[in-house]
Nanobody, 125 residues
Framework: QVRLIESGGGVVQAGGSLRLSCVGS????????MGWFRQAPGKEREFVVS????????NYADSVKGRFTISKDNRENTVFLQMNNLKPEDTAIYYC??????????????????WGQGTQVTVSS
């Protein structure tokens, strides 16, 4: 498994931007599909976006398409989530996740075997 630590969360006004980072220790990110999930208060955790092992393919939830961008630096074992035009409904705890054997196109949580502790994103209206 890989240990994941997220950072970059905070409070931002609607329309603003944040950039989340997830650093991994242990096995190289070259071996992992990486994903971001989020959990809003009172709701189940949901898929946001994933990126393939090489970084060449991405898969976005409809709710964030055109606003969020995932990228990956395999040399630094880091994955980023650039979030633009944030909306109050984006308020949630954001989790980084790694999948050793799964697919970029599988958005289910069991597809992922390592998780970070989460970082809070709050968007005020």
């Amino acid at each position: 498994q890989v240990r994941l630590i997220e950072s970059g969360g905070g409070v931002v006004q609607a329309g603003g931007s944040l950039r989340l980072s997830c650093v991994g220790s242990g096995r190289t990110f070259n071996d992992y599909v990486m994903g971001w999930f989020r959990q809003a208060p009172g709701k189940e955790r949901e898929f946001v976006v994933s990126i393939s092992r090489s970084g060449s393919s991405t898969n976005y939830a409809d709710s964030v398409k055109g606003r969020f961008t995932i990228s990956k630096d395999n040399r630094e074992n880091t994955v980023f989530l650039q979030m633009n035009n944030l909306k109050p409904e984006d308020t949630a705890i954001y989790y980084c996740a790694a999948s050793l054997v799964g697919s970029t196109w599988n958005t289910d949580e069991p597809n992922y075997d390592s998780w970070g502790q989460g970082t809070q994103v709050t968007v005020s209206s």
